[in-house]
């Protein structure tokens, strides 16, 4: 039996082939509440090596992956009528893409020699064994899990440091990108003059209820397009920019969460 990687990516990211973000949140949703494997059309570049009940994994790339978000088996169908190029695919699992992943960016990276796979640009191409084994026990015996931040190590050690010797001066050269500070400050004006505060558009926060006018001038600007993965120079615009406090700030950088998929799961959390 074959194993086959479909991908996704949403529209806003890559207009002329991504989907709508909706379509998929419905079409996991319907998956969701199926008592079976429900039969949805997929563009597949691989026909030829394609046979009825092969393996078939869905990948998320773009701002929220890589990971795989579903899996299924290719059934007889061709998918969309008079479209060559596509199959059905019936999906026995799906999860919400913007906060889920049935196998994560960091256990897909942890996967040797596959890291062309999670960047490839069409559909339904066929795995090699390998990897489709490493998928099949990682995806398919493992329960949909939250993709958003890596647990602290809360692991006592026995070598326990109860005091250290800090503050010697050290030069450290490193490089960054540039930033035009004038952009943050139009975005926190921008804000103000909108809603007569600034809180953070992840979580709410309004740290001017704690520190006065002070508090307002201390919220961060989280470039939602990020760039450190730029490789030559853009112009930022401010509809680029998000205003948030530091702890969702962080989470942000070292969570893979959008500011829209965070949002999420702050709201949900409360």
């Not at 509440?33 to 869905?58: C, E, I, Q």
């Not at 201390?218 to 948030?244: F, Q, Y």
Request: aromatic share 6%; with cysteine; charged share 30%.
């Amino acid at each position: 039996m074959n194993a086959f990687l479909i991908t996704f990516k949403p529209r806003t990211e890559s207009p002329k082939r991504g989907w709508d973000m909706r379509d998929m949140l419905a079409l996991a949703r319907r998956v969701q509440k199926s008592h079976g494997p429900v039969v949805d059309p997929w563009r597949f570049y691989n026909k030829r090596d394609a046979m009825t009940g092969d393996r078939v994994f869905l990948l998320i790339q773009g701002k929220l992956g890589p990971g795989i978000i579903g899996y299924g088996r290719l059934t007889d169908e061709h998918g969309k009528k008079g479209e060559k190029t596509w199959r059905g695919v019936a999906f026995e699992h799906l999860v919400d893409p913007e906060s889920k992943a049935l196998a994560t960016t960091e256990e897909l990276r942890a996967i040797g020699s596959a890291a062309r796979w999670w960047r490839i640009q069409r559909s339904g191409i066929l795995l090699p064994r390998k990897i489709a084994e490493t998928l099949e026990k990682l995806v398919t015996d493992n329960r949909p899990k939250e993709r958003s931040i890596k647990p602290i190590n809360m692991n006592v050690s026995r070598n326990e440091v109860t005091e250290a010797v800090e503050g010697s001066a050290q030069l450290v050269r490193h490089s960054i990108r540039e930033r035009d500070p004038r952009l943050a400050d139009s975005k926190r004006n921008q804000a103000f003059l909108k809603f007569g505060r600034i809180p953070c558009e992840v979580c709410g926060s309004d740290f001017s209820n704690q520190y006065g006018s002070f508090g307002s001038a201390v919220i961060e600007c989280h470039h939602t397009l990020p760039l450190g993965k730029l490789r030559s120079r853009r112009r930022t615009r401010l509809e680029d920019l998000a205003l948030v406090c530091a702890n969702c700030h962080r989470v942000l950088h070292k969570g893979g969460h959008t500011v829209a998929s965070l949002r999420k799961l702050v709201s949900r959390k409360k």
